[in-house]
């Protein structure tokens, strides 16, 4: 059964914190990972990985993917309050036809 | 806004009614997606529609049926709802099938109480 587990479940850090947040999996016919923020209600997307070693970034916010020890990083640079969210890793399969394996989540909460 | 419509934002139904999720996307993106998100639990995917075609059915009890008469838009109709299914509704929408296709791009999700 395919897995895709995120940790920790919950982070409180300070302003100006770093922060870093994973995701490990266990799939078949892994495709790509993907990061999203939802803050209220829909997810946005963050981040789409598919190959081994390669930062992304995005401002403060960059990302890796390990398909060797299969899992990825999201780390938060000088975190702000706008930061707080949950964070959700998701894993896409070479043969699932668009379909994405949701983790649990990271709630993250800055505070001031 | 990402694009992504989702009518109503809130409803709030008894076990027998008959209620019907929207779900519209102006994206041009020709695959959209139902979710269901319960508290503590990961983003449970329900249905796929590609090109208007369900192309995936996540073993989702026959008290809900999506309709999808064109790419931009998809329903979810509920009937004979239990208090369990009570969670939110996430509609998404992608550009397709692929690699690199499959950036979902989600609405604001409708917040449904069973009673």
């Known amino acids: 059964e395919d897995k895709v587990v995120q940790s920790p479940l919950s982070l409180v850090v300070h302003e100006g914190d770093t922060v870093t947040l994973n995701c490990s999996y266990e799939v078949t016919n892994f495709r790509s990972l993907l990061w999203y923020k939802q803050e209220k209600k829909a997810p946005t997307f963050l981040f789409m990985l598919?190959?081994?070693?390669i930062e992304k970034k995005s401002g403060r916010l960059s990302s890796i993917l390990d398909k060797k020890e299969l899992f990825s990083i999201l780390n938060i640079t000088a975190t702000q309050t706008g930061d707080s969210a949950v964070y959700l890793c998701a894993v896409e399969k070479k043969s699932s036809g668009d379909k994405l394996t949701f983790g649990t989540g990271t709630r993250l909460a800055v505070r001031p | 806004e990402t694009g992504v419509t989702q009518t109503p934002r809130h409803l709030v139904m008894g076990m027998t009614n008959k209620k019907s999720l929207k779900c519209e996307q102006h994206l041009g993106h020709n695959a959209m997606y139902w979710y269901k998100q319960s508290a503590k639990k990961p983003l449970e995917l329900m249905f796929v529609?590609?090109?208007?075609?369900?192309?995936e059915n996540n073993s989702v009890p026959s008290r809900f049926s999506p309709e999808c008469p064109n790419s931009s838009h998809l329903f979810l109709h509920l009937h004979t709802l239990q208090p369990e299914d009570s969670a939110l509704y996430l509609c998404?929408?992608?550009?397709?099938?692929?690699?690199?296709?499959?950036?979902?791009?989600f609405g604001p999700g409708t917040r449904l109480t069973v009673l």
């Open positions: 598919t190959s081994s070693g």
């Open positions: 998404a929408s992608s550009q397709g099938t692929g690699p690199s296709y499959n950036e979902q791009f």
């Open positions: 529609y590609n090109f208007k075609e369900q192309t």
